[in-house]
């Protein structure tokens, strides 16, 4: 099985800036995809942006140029970058790893989900 842990979530005022983290831990094989999505209130959940294991990225048209997402091979983690952030950005925010863990097939896991909030 894969585990995911989330940080960095909280409360920001417009046009500051946060750090998602997300860790893979577990009895991991591979790791394809990474990504983040998002559910704001009364809203569908939409995908914020991915990596590839390349290195290829995708951002959702609302955050490019805002948000940066990263990941480090080693040791399982993707990070994203979020500047410059809106109340419309309020959700709360899911890292979803596509892996494949031993004995398992490749299969999607979600982290707990983190609270980010923008107010002022």
């Known amino acids: 099985q894969v585990q995911l842990v989330e940080s960095g979530g909280g409360l920001v005022q417009p046009g500051g800036a946060l750090i998602l983290s997300c860790a893979a831990s577990g009895s991991i094989v591979s790791v394809y995809a990474m990504g983040w999505y998002r559910q704001a209130p009364g809203k569908q959940p939409e995908l914020v942006a991915a990596?590839?294991?390349?290195?290829?990225?995708n951002y959702v048209d609302s955050v490019k140029g805002r948000f940066t997402i990263s990941r480090d091979n080693a040791k399982n983690t993707v990070d994203l970058q979020m500047n410059s952030l809106r109340p419309e950005d309020t959700a709360v925010y899911h890292c979803?790893?596509?892996?494949?863990?031993?004995?398992?097939?490749?299969?999607?896991?979600w982290g707990q989900g983190t609270q980010v909030t923008v107010s002022s």
């Open positions: 979803n790893v596509n892996a494949r863990a031993a004995w398992s097939r490749r299969a999607d896991y």
């Open positions: 990596i590839a294991s390349d290195g290829t990225t």
